[in-house]
């Protein structure tokens, strides 16, 4: 049976949504140039919806949506878009808001890729930092929250498509 444990409530949520978005707001606002807020569909359609209400500026946003393939840890993985961009980064400033950021290769994959269409900066956004099992190196400059390890849904992450609509984070508990 599947068991969810409360990780972070809907309230931690919405206090540290506006903690990020008064820091990118700070980091953004004397910016000169267009900027793109890009959500990395589809685990952080929830947390961009609602951080971007909450900035002090007005971003063009866009969407993408990558696809792994190859196994999950296997340093072989490649990444492709399965729905890219619709505006053009080229000089422009873009902030990447994802949902999870895990072994980094789906963010160095993206970051490489903004980098080669000539983004004039670029800054990652995450609603959770999970760090141990990092393995490419990354900045996230703005993060909700850090963990060490653990499965978690709600709040646009899902299991197998299920939870996304969950107001809060819950870490999934198989039983035996
Ligand atoms: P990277 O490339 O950083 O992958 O290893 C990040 C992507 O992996 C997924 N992921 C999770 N999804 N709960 C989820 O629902 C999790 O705890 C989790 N950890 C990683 C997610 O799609 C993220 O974008
Ligand atoms: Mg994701």
């Given at each position: 049976m599947t068991r969810l444990r409360p990780v972070f409530s809907a309230q931690e949520i919405a206090q540290q949504v506006d903690r990020v978005a008064a820091e990118i707001t700070a980091r953004y606002r004397e910016e000169d140039g267009e900027i793109v807020a890009l959500c990395v569909l589809k685990g952080a359609f929830v947390f961009f919806a609602d951080l971007v209400r909450k900035l002090d500026f007005e971003p063009q946003l866009d969407f993408v949506r990558l696809a792994s393939y190859g196994q999950a840890t296997s340093p072989?993985?490649?990444v492709t878009f399965s729905k890219d961009m619709e505006i053009s980064v080229k000089d422009k400033h873009v902030l990447i808001v994802?949902?999870?950021?895990?072994?980094?290769r789906t963010l160095a994959y993206l970051t490489k890729v903004l980098e080669t269409r000539g983004a004039r900066s670029i800054a990652i956004c995450s609603l959770i930092d999970?760090?141990?099992?990092?393995?490419?190196?990354?900045?996230?400059?703005?993060?909700?929250?850090q963990m060490d390890?653990?499965?978690v849904v709600g709040f646009g992450l899902d299991y197998a498509e299920r939870y996304r609509q969950l107001p809060g984070v819950y870490e999934v508990c198989e039983d035996a």
């Open positions: 072989g993985e490649k994802e949902d999870i950021v895990d072994t980094g999970k760090r141990e099992r990092r393995e490419v190196e990354l900045d996230v400059a703005f993060s909700c929250f390890k653990g499965f």
